[in-house]
């Protein structure tokens, strides 16, 4: 699996970008109004963290089974602490109300290469299609990072680059004059939820019948973006009505682009998932769990078992809603390239190799106006 930077790639950008639009039209025109139930399984991961290789695998089965239906599920038993969880939120609500405009202008992602920074409301679409139709601006506003080794309690091995190889420092922080106690919060957080989802990714591995160590040597440098949320509250609340078109939407319909993402949130809903049907369905708050959702690559590399789940989020309260989502990739450097075990003479691999950060930068800068 292991790759070079100058190993060559039989797929292009534009080939990821237009099989990812593809994808999620085809999830979205889809009839909707099924009857069928939908579940979003909450799944104590508390035995995984056992010595028994029995009790990692029960947790992997579970985790095997939401994958090959809803692709969302909730985690308890988790271990990140209510300190580590409730202080990101806290700072979350200090970033969107503490900051000026002219200090958070002086963080706009325009200034970053990889969308790292501020990013106001308009400044894009996360469903590239958006800026085609016009669609009404989404109402999200976010602050955006990536990895970097002082954040990683492993330490990581030194071998970080960016998303487009480079390595010169991408990230841009908040003067800790202006919110002293932000970056150690993003650094506790940011710690919990990188060695969580290194210890996910070994239940995946598990849950693919794969060796527990299989993703281990891709994750020792590995990028890891993260965004604090901010969606107003709603101009008109409403109540979640599938017979109504929303006047307001925090993120429209996508997916996620890497492995897989723990989505942390405050109380107040917003989160919305296209049931495997067609049918939004809002996701149900769960007190100190994490949504884990699949994305592009987990679906690349088990050629559609797991598949990238489609999700949105309104905030139809009068309540501010905050979240962080932790979007978990394996180093930029590697390639995503169909498992061995996922393909055989009556299933041939449907995706061409890629390389995790190109594929990543790529989507990412789709969703802006020159995209
Ligand atoms: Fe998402």
Redesign the pocket.
């Known amino acids: 699996m292991a790759a070079t930077m100058s190993q060559p790639l039989s797929v292009t950008h534009t080939e990821a970008r237009a099989g990812a639009a593809d994808y999620l039209n085809s999830r979205l025109s889809k009839p909707t109004g099924t009857t069928k139930p939908f579940e979003i399984p909450i799944i104590d991961i508390s035995p995984s963290f056992s010595s028994s290789l029995a009790d990692r695998k029960a947790v992997a089965a579970k985790i095997h089974s939401a994958c090959t239906s809803s692709g969302f599920f909730h985690i308890t038993g988790h271990g990140v602490p209510e300190t580590s969880r409730s202080g990101i939120l806290e700072q979350a609500a200090h970033f969107f109300s503490d900051l000026s405009p002219a200090q958070k202008e002086a963080l706009h992602v325009k200034h970053s290469r990889y969308m790292f920074g501020w990013e106001p409301s308009t400044y894009s679409y996360v469903n590239p299609a958006d800026w085609e139709t016009g669609a009404q601006p989404e109402t999200k506003e976010g602050f955006n990072w990536g990895y970097e080794t002082r954040l990683d309690p492993s330490g990581g091995d030194g071998r970080y680059r960016n998303l487009d190889g480079s390595s010169d420092p991408a990230n841009n922080w908040p003067s800790s004059t202006d919110l002293p106690d932000f970056f150690p919060a993003v650094r506790d957080y940011y710690g919990h939820v990188l060695s969580l989802a290194r210890h996910l990714f070994r239940l995946f591995a598990l849950s693919l019948d794969l060796q527990e160590t299989y993703f281990d040597a891709m994750t020792t440098h590995p990028g890891g973006i993260a965004r604090i949320l901010y969606y107003a509250p709603a101009k008109n609340p409403q109540p979640f009505d599938l017979s109504k078109t929303d006047s307001e939407v925090g ?1 429209g319909a ?1 997916t ?1 682009y890497e492995c897989f ?1 723990l989505l942390l949130s405050s109380a107040t809903p917003g989160l919305e998932i296209l049931s495997p049907d067609g049918a939004w369905t809002p996701s149900p708050a769960v007190e100190g769990s994490f949504i884990v959702n699949v994305a592009d690559f987990m679906m690349r590399w088990t050629n559609d078992r797991y598949k990238s789940t489609v ?1 949105r989020v309104v905030n139809r309260t009068s309540e501010a809603r905050y979240s962080v ?1 932790f979007f978990f990739s394996i180093n930029y450097d590697e390639v995503v390239e169909t498992l061995p075990g996922c393909v055989d003479a009556a299933n041939p691999a449907k995706y061409k190799p890629i390389r995790a950060g190109e594929y990543i930068l790529e989507r990412l800068m789709a969703t802006t106006k020159e995209g």
């Open positions: 993120l996508h996620d993402t999700h989502p």
